[in-house]
């Protein structure tokens, strides 16, 4: 076990909270060890690491520890590096994944997507398209951080209708994806709505998500609760 690894590990033990683990665990489902540390702490801890280009980290076994493998995620996304560089980084750091709190605390937050979108396009096509459900709401994530915009709402609707993972948290990503698009952009969202090739189950719950948005209006929420399958 390299240096590296067991000084992180032992910040992260020294930061355990019982209780914290305890709700965590409550609300994220997991095979990973988890410890019970909070993420203010864990984004210090991430940055640190990230302003040192350690990839010692980001390579080294977590050891199936929560906070360790989440930590990996985050150490990636707060690289000031091209996306792309990092992609086989990332690829590894997503194979670890089991639970939707790694996905949603990391891929949205890489630091230079904004300037490489079309770059990623090709990356998050291919996500959309894995059997690993994780992978997919990476994909997804991705899509409602950063393309939910007037000029690429036909690419995100045509992406949303391409995935075929029935995996409920691939399935309640993509769900959260059209909400997004619904908040922003409502009339678009729900000429959508009327015509999709959605499955049943993502269709209504993407309407029961946008619903239960505060920024969507109560006359556009009764407009799509009328068109609920």
């Known amino acids: 076990m390299n240096d590296e690894k067991m000084s992180v590990l032992n910040e992260l033990k020294n930061l355990a909270e019982t209780d914290y683990k305890v709700f965590n665990s409550r609300i994220i489902p997991t095979r ?3 410890l019970g540390v909070r993420m203010p702490a864990l984004r210090k801890i991430a940055k640190n690491t990230a302003e040192q280009k350690n990839f010692d980290f980001v390579q080294c076994d977590k050891q199936n520890i929560y906070e360790m493998i989440l930590l990996e995620g985050m150490v990636l996304s707060y690289m000031d590096q091209s996306f792309k560089d990092l992609l086989p980084y990332t690829e590894q750091f997503l194979d670890k994944v089991d639970n939707w709190a790694q996905i949603d605390a990391t891929v949205g937050k890489f630091r230079r997507i904004v300037r490489e979108k079309e770059d990623i396009l090709p990356v998050i096509r291919k996500w959309l398209k894995s059997d690993k459900e994780f992978v997919v709401r990476a994909g997804l994530v991705l899509l409602l951080t950063h393309y939910v915009e007037k000029e690429r709402l036909n690419l995100v609707f045509n992406l949303s209708q ?7 948290y691939a399935h309640m990503a993509n769900a959260w994806l059209i909400s997004v698009c619904m908040a922003k952009y409502p009339e678009e969202t729900i000429a959508f709505f009327r015509k999709n090739t959605l499955d049943k189950k993502t269709h209504n719950k993407a309407i029961q998500k946008s619903r239960e948005s505060y920024r969507v ?4 929420k009764d407009m799509i609760l009328a068109l609920k399958l």
């Open 217 to 220: 209006s109560k006359e556009h």
């Open 32 to 34: 990973q060890i988890m």
């Open 162 to 168: 391409s995935v075929v993972h029935t995996g409920h």
